[in-house]
Nanobody, 128 residues
């Protein structure tokens, strides 16, 4: 069964950190670009951070998270991670990971409709 499964969400205080994980099953990650997207209530889904297929290796960050979030991948573990530091209340949302075959980070991050496979999401709440 081909699927992506997110984990690591939760409740954190402003200024805190979380590490999200995206685990793939049923397919190898090497030739897929992987993106992290988020959707807050009443808002459109937006790209947060994306990483290109392994042969490219580039990454992309939304301006709102630059310097605070870091994306990484471990193809051996079939996983992609999003380290989120200095979290703010406006980072609260459901976070999704998604995959696109042979794509680049910026290409997928600027338009979530370009993604082919999606996880079910994990909720991040930043609140005191």
């Amino acid at each position: 069964q081909v699927q992506l499964v997110e984990s690591g969400g939760g409740l954190v205080q402003p200024g805190g950190s979380l590490r999200l994980s995206c685990a793939a099953s049923g397919f190898a990650l090497d030739n897929y670009a992987i993106g992290w997207f988020r959707q807050a209530p009443g808002k459109e889904r937006e790209g947060v951070s994306c990483i290109s297929r392994s042969s490219d290796g580039s990454s992309y960050y939304a301006d709102s998270v630059k310097g605070r979030f870091t994306i990484s991948r471990d193809n051996a573990k079939k996983s992609v991670y999003l380290q989120m530091n200095s979290l703010k209340p406006e980072d609260s949302a459901v976070y999704y990971c998604a995959a696109a075959w042979m794509a680049t980070a910026q290409y997928i991050c600027v338009d979530y409709r370009r993604l082919e496979r999606w996880g079910q999401g994990t909720l991040v709440t930043v609140s005191s």
